[in-house]
């Protein structure tokens, strides 16, 4: 799957014919080809936060365990923007991999 850069759609090729056809996302994603009128499902996995990732990293250095609710910094973006219920896994799981990613590198 991949972003159509001038409509900026989700895009992925029909697994029958191979045209391309746009994807529906959700938590999961729905394509019908225009082609062959194939239909697909899949699910879907939102792309890692950078920032997050940087900024568990840095909380990291900073001293701070690996407990994402002992994160000053974590806590106020997600009061931010994971105001919804059920919205801010995604977020914490960018910023363990930033901090993760930190503590193996001061192993090696
Ligand atoms: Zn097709």
């Known amino acids: 799957m991949w972003t159509d850069v001038n409509t900026g759609k989700l895009k992925t090729n029909c697994t029958v014919c191979g045209a391309e056809t746009d994807a529906k996302v959700g938590n999961k994603y729905y394509t019908k080809c225009s082609s062959c009128g ?33 994160s000053k910094n974590l806590l106020n973006y997600i009061g931010s923007n994971n105001k919804e219920i059920g919205t801010a896994l995604p977020s914490i799981k960018a910023w363990i991999k930033g901090w993760d990613a930190e503590n193996l590198k001061r192993k090696k």
């Open 38 to 70: 194939r239909r697909e499902r899949g699910s879907i996995r939102p792309p890692l936060n950078n920032s997050l990732v940087e900024m568990g990293r840095n909380d990291f250095r900073n001293g701070v365990k690996r407990v994402p609710a002992l």
